[in-house]
């Protein structure tokens, strides 16, 4: 079986192999909208979410996500 063919369920998660996370899974991870998530990233809106832009995608690491809620907690 070529390595490109392997089913879903052998890849891991993408916190568990550090991968960037889109803007529907940043949203979940903070119990936010979507359009949340993009108007702090864009600098819109502030606090300003770290992220990164790739072409049109924006994408976001784990760790900024858990520093971002440490640094707007009370």
Do not use: Y
Request: with cysteine.
């Amino acid at each position: 079986m070529r390595s490109d063919t392997l089913p879903a369920a052998t890849f891991q998660s993408a916190e568990k192999v550090g991968a960037l996370l889109n803007a529907e899974q940043a949203a979940e991870r903070l119990g936010v909208s979507r359009a949340w998530i993009l108007a702090h990233a864009n600098g819109q809106r502030r606090p300003k979410l770290p992220s990164a832009k790739l072409g049109k995608l924006v994408r976001f690491r784990p760790e900024d996500l858990e520093r971002f809620i440490e640094e707007c907690s009370r």
